[in-house]
């Protein structure tokens, strides 16, 4: 089980991340109808005022993260996150979609999903780590849930710009929520190089690709479709924008509900492989039944119930994969590439809404974006199953300094990183059990003055 110190850790990174997507994702579902108030609007622009936040995070992701693999990644996510509030507040006071776009590019900015998931990933142990990238997922779809109710009801009260202003305060509430999350020292072997070679070495390996690829599509596929089915659930199911999210709500929670099953066995069981391509099945199921159904109203339900539990089972698992599969010393940049995928992803999927909106052809729309999901089964099928850390948790010793402490471990062969926590007088240290040999062991005992039970 969690200990303290990881639940609370937990519970505040999720949060930071609920926050941000909170803000973020309530704009999805009515902008493409409320946005038309603002001057100057066209399904294009209004489509690329959604998907220019996934953009700009695409860009800066990989350079916050590349920073964080060396310097302090606390006051990288407070920066990342004054830039959301600023941009949401600029997006607030403006009157013309142009406006609106400058103010998503500047919110969008604030890249630091990447340097958040890193930093749960230094106060988590590794056996513990998957359910705490399980709740950071669940935390997102849950977001997803409140988001798509709250958007719709929220506008009809403050307008599209009262909505801006609210992420703004969630941005701010966000900063708050670090206090709770303890100080961490990284303590790992040093590869010393320069940025572009570690970002090349990240970007070498199939298996890390094959992630960035699922999520660039997953949210290319989303943000699309919450451009492109509003007008259709007012068109074809009679429903009004501003009870759209009496929709959403009891979709996902049903989404929510039906995806904890398939992550528990994913994670206890080790079927992690099994469940991510069952879970890219859904979604290309769900897009069929849309394709040859969009014109009834339970049939549309239907293909987005399905297209929703397999996004939440696909929120939780992609964190924890990328995590295990990360390389240590570059476990920031990897989850920043990944990152950038998602957001260039969200990018991608909010021009690509807006193009479907004016192809006037909605059989064809919903085809272009089940080929787009077929496609990126195909490339998931190459995926191996993720390797599988241990952790310890050991008291700082009182006689030797910290430092020399840290490197004596790891020249043990098998030991890849000790986080140490100076306030809480403790370190995690992350080791794989495989390469652990029987010396590496004396080796760890005497350092410790006892045999430890790994």
């Not at 849930?145 to 710009?161: C, D, M, Q, R, Y």
């Not at 609210?166 to 040093?190: E, S, Y």
Request: with cysteine; charged share 10%.
């Amino acid at each position: 089980m969690m200990n303290a110190l990881e639940r609370r850790s937990t519970f505040a990174l999720s949060s930071i991340f609920a926050l941000r997507m909170l803000g973020l994702f309530m704009i999805i579902p009515v902008f493409s109808v409320a946005g038309q108030s603002y001057q100057y609007a066209t399904p294009a622009l209004l489509g690329l005022a959604v998907g220019v936040y996934g953009l700009s995070q695409s860009i800066l992701q990989i350079p916050f993260s590349l920073w964080a693999d060396r310097f302090s990644r606390k006051p990288l996510v407070i920066i990342g996150l004054l830039l959301f509030a600023i941009g949401g507040a600029i997006a607030a006071m403006s009157h013309t979609i142009y406006g609106v776009i400058l103010g998503r590019a500047v919110a969008g900015a604030g890249a630091v999903s990447a340097v958040v998931m890193a930093l749960l990933a230094d106060v988590t142990r590794e056996e513990q780590r998957s359910k705490a990238m399980a709740v950071m997922g669940m935390s997102i779809g849950l977001s997803f849930v409140v988001a798509f109710s709250l958007g719709p009801w929220l506008t009809s009260l403050v307008g599209i710009s009262g909505l801006f202003w609210v992420t703004t305060l969630m941005g701010l509430c966000a900063i708050f929520m670090l206090f709770l999350v303890p100080k961490t020292t990284r303590h790992h072997r040093n590869f010393q190089q320069g940025y572009l070679p570690q970002l090349k070495a990240v970007l070498k390996m199939p298996d890390l690709n094959r992630l960035h690829v699922s999520v660039f599509s997953l949210h290319l596929l989303l943000t699309a479709m919450f451009i492109y089915v509003p007008s259709q659930l007012i068109e074809y199911a009679g429903i009004p924008l501003s009870k759209h999210g009496l929709v959403y709500l009891p979709l996902l929670l049903i989404g929510v509900l039906l995806s904890f099953p398939s992550i528990i066995v994913a994670e206890k069981y080790r079927k992690m492989r099994g469940i991510f391509l069952f879970a890219i099945t859904g979604v290309v199921l769900g897009l069929l039944i849309l394709i040859f159904g969009y014109t009834s109203k339970y049939v549309i339900l239907l293909g987005l119930g399905l297209f929703f539990v397999a996004f939440n089972v696909m929120e939780a698992l992609l964190p924890s994969w990328l995590s295990k599969s990360a390389p240590i010393q570059s476990k920031a940049t990897a989850m920043g590439v990944n990152a950038s995928a998602q957001f260039l992803g969200a990018f991608f999927g909010g021009t690509l809404g807006g193009q479907l909106l004016m192809l006037h052809n909605t059989t064809v729309g919903w085809s272009i974006l089940t080929v787009i999901s077929v496609v990126w089964l195909l490339i998931g099928l190459g995926l191996k199953q993720p390797r599988y850390l241990s952790s310890v948790i050991l008291k700082l010793p009182e006689q030797k300094q910290t430092d020399e402490w840290t490197t004596q471990l790891l020249a043990i062969h098998g030991i890849e990183e000790v986080v140490v926590m100076p306030d809480q007088q403790i370190a995690y240290v992350k080791l794989d059990k495989k390469q652990l040999n029987e010396d590496g062991r004396q080796h760890l005992t005497h350092l410790l003055g006892k045999e430890l039970v790994i």
